[in-house]
């Protein structure tokens, strides 16, 4: 247990929760009924404003609930769900705030940093060698404020490619600078690479067994999620997300306690005296005496199960009247942590069983949909539109590259051609009325790297689609490497604030203006051709995309 954990849990004795055989139920929710539930309630309020729904303990407020809002329907079906299972932070979408551009994320996260005074915490895949300025920013704030703290959450592997610098070697001035217990450096390796297999795969292919993968900047107490690394690309031309959460105390807590929980499990890197530069001037050094860095898989579990047992019995109210839930969601697939897949299923149950139609946005920078995912979307209700956002091949963040890695949008193309044909099967792409459209975002000189679903239900009055009222964000990707070998944490967020509606509905339009739809003509072009031995390949890897 972490130092940070421990002091939460004296501080409140609500936190002394005993351990429980499972955390995660698997008892399937009625979601059927409480749909209809949940439509009775809403007919039996009329046309009044302002009502409260309340879950658990908290208010979650429907603004201007009528009969005819049917945007709204399935809102307190999933959030109730939920509650049951994960995590939940009540706030307003006033206080969501969603940036649109790579260089709109930079200059935030800058500015967060110059506003520290108490801690800094970045999870982050690795942190890019050429950002000078990112790391000046930290050494300003560190030097400005003697009670400030760093904590760096990247992954191992990742962090000490062999390559010069690495991110480990460009940390070392930092580190030694302030020393090991202001900036403190938490990097996870993936138990799966292990044995014989470890000593073989060479170095950057071993990433592919896993990676620490979730994207937090979390800076006293506001937070910014995103799926965004902390490399230039990333603040120049590679399109994602980025949520910015400020003036939220517990969602920043929760943030920080779901890093810190890995923390046992992770090594520290310490720098070699007498060394200044090169792979000779650190060392990584596990922690953990208890266990190894190869076998903390059951203890990796109990403790990601015990962190959201914790706080989702503490249920934190939030402020009077919110209209906006947040449910944090962790997969890792390595530890045996799966609860994406329960909270996706929820979120399809509800969709799938609405009286009105829906329309589910769904996009991956690596579009190779989890089988679980591509199953449901393949025999859901035609009341379902689904529209899906992949990286056209000059957009993947591997074109151009050297190697094997060059394949990989060529391997895409083949997992997206594979998807077009299943659903073309499925009566749900055809040339009257289709139900599942797929389409490729490209943008000169830019690469995608976005991830995430949008959810809609029912029309305006001009029959246009309605404003999200719902949706996942976060680090997954949503295909089968998310689902089995990195480490994610992702948030499942209702809301019924129209502001926040708007701010989601601008954010996946914007997405979808420089996305053009695919078909079968797309696949017979000469450029498309995938060759046998990529797709042999790709057969090989298959759970590695």
Same mark, same amino acid.
């Given at each position: 247990?972490?130092?940070?954990?421990?002091?939460?849990?004296?501080?409140?004795?609500?936190?002394?929760?005993?351990?429980?055989?499972?955390?995660?139920?698997?008892?399937?929710?009625?979601?059927?009924?409480?749909?209809?539930?949940?439509?009775?309630?809403?007919?039996?309020?009329?046309?009044?404003?302002?009502?409260?729904?309340?879950?658990?303990? =908290?208010?979650? %407020?429907? *603004?201007?609930?009528?009969?005819?809002?049917?945007? /709204?329907? $399935? #809102? +307190?079906?999933?959030?109730?769900?939920?509650?049951?299972?994960?995590?939940?932070?009540?706030?307003?979408?006033?206080?969501?705030?969603?940036?649109?551009?790579?260089?709109?994320?930079?200059?935030?996260?800058?500015?967060?940093?110059?506003?520290?005074?108490?801690?800094?915490?970045?999870?982050?895949?690795?942190?890019?060698?050429?950002?000078?300025?990112?790391?000046?920013?930290?050494?300003?704030?560190?030097?400005?404020?003697?009670?400030?703290?760093?904590?760096?959450?990247?992954?191992?592997?990742?962090?000490?490619?062999?390559?010069?610098?690495?991110?480990?070697?460009?940390?070392?001035?930092?580190?030694?600078?302030? =020393?090991?217990? %202001?900036? *403190?450096?938490?990097?996870?390796?993936?138990?799966? /690479?292990? $044995? #014989? +297999?470890?000593?073989?795969?060479?170095?950057?292919?071993?990433?592919?067994?896993?990676?620490?993968?979730?994207?937090?900047?979390?800076?006293?107490?506001?937070?910014?999620?995103?799926?965004?690394?902390?490399?230039?690309?990333?603040?120049?031309?590679?399109?994602?997300?980025?949520?910015?959460?400020?003036?939220?105390?517990?969602?920043?807590?929760?943030?920080?306690?779901?890093?810190?929980?890995?923390?046992?499990?992770?090594?520290?890197?310490?720098?070699?005296?007498?060394?200044?530069?090169?792979?000779?001037?650190?060392?990584?050094?596990?922690?953990?005496?208890?266990?190894?860095?190869?076998?903390?898989?059951?203890? =990796?579990?109990?403790?990601?199960?015990?962190?959201?047992?914790?706080?989702?019995?503490?249920?934190?109210?939030?402020?009077?009247?919110?209209?906006?839930?947040?449910?944090?969601?962790?997969?890792?697939?390595?530890?045996?942590?799966?609860?994406?897949?329960?909270?996706?299923?929820?979120?399809?149950?509800?969709?799938?069983?609405?009286?009105?139609?829906?329309?589910?946005?769904?996009?991956?920078?690596?579009?190779?949909?989890?089988?679980?995912?591509?199953?449901?979307?393949?025999?859901?209700?035609?009341?379902?539109?689904?529209?899906?956002?992949?990286?056209?091949?000059?957009?993947?963040?591997?074109?151009?590259?050297?190697?094997?890695?060059?394949?990989?949008?060529?391997?895409?193309?083949?997992?997206?051609?594979?998807?077009? =044909?299943?659903?073309?099967?499925?009566?749900?792409?055809?040339?009257?009325?289709?139900?599942?459209?797929?389409?490729?975002?490209?943008?000169?000189?830019?690469?995608?790297?976005?991830?995430?679903?949008?959810?809609?239900?029912?029309?305006?009055?001009?029959?246009?689609?309605?404003?999200?009222?719902?949706?996942?964000?976060?680090?997954?990707?949503?295909?089968?490497?998310?689902?089995?070998?990195?480490?994610?944490?992702?948030?499942?967020?209702?809301?019924?604030?129209?502001?926040?509606?708007?701010?989601?509905?601008?954010?996946?339009?914007?997405?979808?203006?420089?996305?053009?739809?695919?078909?079968?003509?797309?696949?017979?072009?000469?450029?498309?051709?995938?060759?046998?031995?990529?797709?042999?390949?790709?057969?090989?890897?298959?759970?590695?995309?």
């Amino acid at each position: 247990m972490s130092a940070y954990e421990s002091s939460r849990i004296e501080q409140n004795p609500k936190h002394r929760t005993t351990q429980r055989e499972h955390c995660f139920p698997t008892k399937r929710v009625n979601l059927g009924r409480i749909v209809r539930v949940d439509i009775q309630r809403r007919r039996e309020m009329g046309s009044s404003k302002d009502r409260h729904f309340g879950f658990n303990e =908290g208010s979650f %407020r429907l *603004r201007d609930v009528r009969n005819d809002r049917d945007d /709204l329907i $399935g #809102l +307190t079906t999933l959030a109730t769900a939920l509650s049951a299972t994960q995590p939940r932070f009540n706030l307003s979408g006033t206080d969501v705030r969603i940036l649109r551009t790579p260089t709109e994320y930079y200059g935030n996260l800058i500015d967060m940093i110059k506003r520290a005074r108490r801690r800094i915490v970045l999870s982050s895949l690795y942190i890019g060698t050429a950002e000078k300025e990112l790391l000046q920013a930290l050494h300003n704030a560190l030097q400005s404020n003697p009670q400030l703290t760093l904590d760096l959450h990247l992954d191992l592997l990742r962090s000490t490619r062999p390559e010069t610098p690495s991110t480990a070697e460009f940390l070392m001035p930092l580190i030694k600078s302030f =020393g090991e217990d %202001r900036v *403190r450096t938490h990097l996870f390796r993936t138990p799966k /690479l292990k $044995g #014989l +297999t470890a000593k073989l795969v060479p170095r950057r292919f071993d990433e592919g067994w896993g990676t620490w993968h979730a994207k937090l900047y979390a800076v006293d107490d506001e937070v910014m999620i995103s799926g965004a690394n902390l490399n230039s690309s990333y603040f120049t031309d590679r399109q994602d997300r980025y949520l910015h959460f400020k003036h939220q105390p517990s969602l920043t807590n929760y943030v920080i306690d779901y890093a810190s929980t890995m923390i046992p499990f992770t090594h520290r890197l310490v720098p070699v005296p007498g060394r200044e530069s090169g792979p000779e001037s650190y060392r990584a050094e596990w922690r953990n005496q208890q266990t190894g860095p190869t076998s903390f898989e059951a203890s =990796g579990k109990k403790a990601f199960e015990s962190l959201q047992e914790r706080w989702r019995t503490s249920q934190l109210a939030g402020p009077s009247g919110s209209d906006t839930a947040i449910f944090p969601v962790i997969q890792s697939g390595v530890l045996g942590v799966r609860e994406e897949e329960m909270v996706i299923d929820k979120l399809f149950d509800c969709i799938s069983q609405s009286p009105v139609p829906a329309t589910v946005d769904l996009t991956s920078g690596y579009f190779g949909l989890y089988a679980p995912y591509k199953t449901r979307i393949l025999s859901s209700p035609d009341s379902i539109r689904w529209r899906i956002v992949a990286a056209a091949p000059k957009a993947n963040g591997f074109y151009g590259s050297k190697g094997i890695s060059g394949r990989l949008p060529e391997a895409y193309t083949w997992l997206e051609r594979r998807f077009w =044909g299943a659903a073309s099967k499925a009566g749900k792409i055809s040339p009257q009325d289709s139900k599942v459209e797929l389409s490729e975002w490209e943008r000169q000189g830019w690469t995608y790297h976005a991830k995430g679903i949008w959810v809609r239900f029912g029309e305006d009055e001009s029959h246009h689609s309605s404003k999200p009222t719902m949706s996942l964000f976060g680090s997954t990707n949503l295909n089968s490497r998310s689902a089995n070998l990195d480490t994610e944490l992702s948030f499942m967020m209702v809301t019924s604030s129209g502001q926040l509606s708007e701010a989601l509905a601008e954010e996946v339009d914007g997405i979808r203006e420089k996305a053009s739809i695919v078909g079968r003509e797309t696949w017979e072009r000469s450029e498309r051709h995938v060759r046998l031995s990529t797709i042999a390949m790709a057969k090989m890897v298959a759970g590695m995309l």
